[in-house]
């Protein structure tokens, strides 16, 4: 089913008649060398069924011991939500049909999670911040990984088989659950983008997750319900599973808003459901019933004991937490002598930190933000990516700057220096040996370009030395032609100064 077949209102419509009441759930895989509950590796990327060990197969027997480091990584990220950390938390059992879970129930937390009652401040496009109270931040493991075939993008709609990999199955997560976000209106679907982009460069400040979204360790679940203008009461609540993009978290909640509102202005009545967000057109389609907590039947797991998180020890994993982002980025705002209006733009962009990155090895702040966020931001548009993903690191981008300075690359050949990197054909270095791109410094090869375009072009000269010194510009052009782009301007235009004399 597709976004055509569904009645949706116009987004202004909907927020004439309805208010959106708004839950966001986000799951985030530690990057811990075992898993949660076993010694089996959780490295990514590794052959179906390869990462498994009697504890993540569910083998009878088969005794659960909690990682220390994952319970560590956790305090860490609820210190860093502003959570209290509970001094005693415990694991129970959440029971429930998981066709990639072999031991059928997930080890989570219900009723006494490590960390709650927190928040975290972030900022819209328009510099205006709010505040997204959590719930909660608990551990558990994750399940196996469904492959779907036959359906589109490999997603459980329309697919007409499924293959199970438990290699996942056991690998440490986080759950952090918002408390309801109420009065957003028509800023919704942006809030839910920026709470979400913030945890994402949250966790990765903190060194405990990749939180690479198109590899699924960072996973969202969206809940969204709609009341009428005026009512107190919520609404009838679905819940979007496992978005993997910061767009499509924008658009599922978008989708939701109008899809819910158009069905309760035709007298339908909204099902409590789970619902998949389809790439291609960012609409929803239905799931199965969604369970309440007392469908999972939770109780505490009898083989693993409470998890105690002594006072001293919390407080001695608080000094290690490192400077956080929003700290970070007020401090290089004022070193760098920014606006907000230029920091907002390297922030929506997804800059920042590249561009952070990139003076830490060696350029200024200008040449970094030339890069990043022009060209190379050209580059991640038209190929689809965001700008992290392009296949090029900070330490390239100082090479190709440093280059430049050296005045062994014009900024015309950087680029194609970039582009190289980008393509994949090897670091800066390589890509400017294999490609012939280093300036000429041949100065008989560049003298005689020089004189060849003086005397293409008489008329040029003429105008020259009458005075008009703006006119060298296709002299320089016909020599950069005839180099193919590997002279030095600089120094072309000292020759033809010279000649001209």
Known sequence: ??????????????????????????????????????????????????????????????????????????????????????????????????????KNYQISQYDEPIAYNGYLDIILEDGTEWRVEIERAHMEEDTGKLTHLGGESGRIHGATASLVDCNRAGIPLIEIVTKPIEGAGERAPEIARAYVSALRDLVKALGVSDARMDQGSMRVDSNLSLRPIGQYEFGTRTETKNINSLKSVEQAVRFEMMRQAAALENGEEIVQETRHYQEGDGSTSKGRPKETA?????????????????????????STLPELPWVRRARIQKEWQLSDAE???????????????????????????????????????ETGVELEDLSITPTEVARVVTLVNEGKLTTKLARQAVDGVLADEGTVDEVVAARGLEVVRDDGAIEAAVDEALAANPDIVEKYRAGNKKVTGAIVGAVMKATKGKADPAQVNKLIAEKLQ
């Open 294 to 318: 007392e469908d999972y039947r939770y109780f505490n797991d009898p083989d693993l004991p409470p998890v105690i998180a002594p006072k001293d020890w919390v407080e001695e994993i608080r």
């Open 1 to 102: 089913m597709t976004a055509a077949t569904y009645d949706l209102m116009d987004f202004d419509e909907v927020l004439e008649k309805f208010d959106p009441v708004m839950g966001l759930e986000v799951h985030v895989e530690l990057g811990t060398e075992t898993k949660m509950f076993s010694a089996s590796s959780a490295h990514f990327g590794a052959e179906p069924n390869t990462n498994v060990d009697p504890v993540s197969l569910g083998l009878p027997g088969a005794l659960p011991v909690v990682n220390a480091k994952g319970v560590e990584w956790a305090i860490k990220i609820g210190l860093a939500l502003n959570c209290e950390i509970a001094e005693s938390s415990r694991f129970a059992r959440k029971n429930y049909f998981y066709p990639d879970q072999p």
């Open 343 to 381: 920091m907002r733009d390297l922030v929506n962009a997804g800059a920042l930190d590249r561009i952070i990155e990139t003076v830490e090895v060696g350029a200024t702040p200008n040449e970094a933000r030339s890069w990043w966020v022009s060209y190379l931001s050209q580059k991640a548009n």
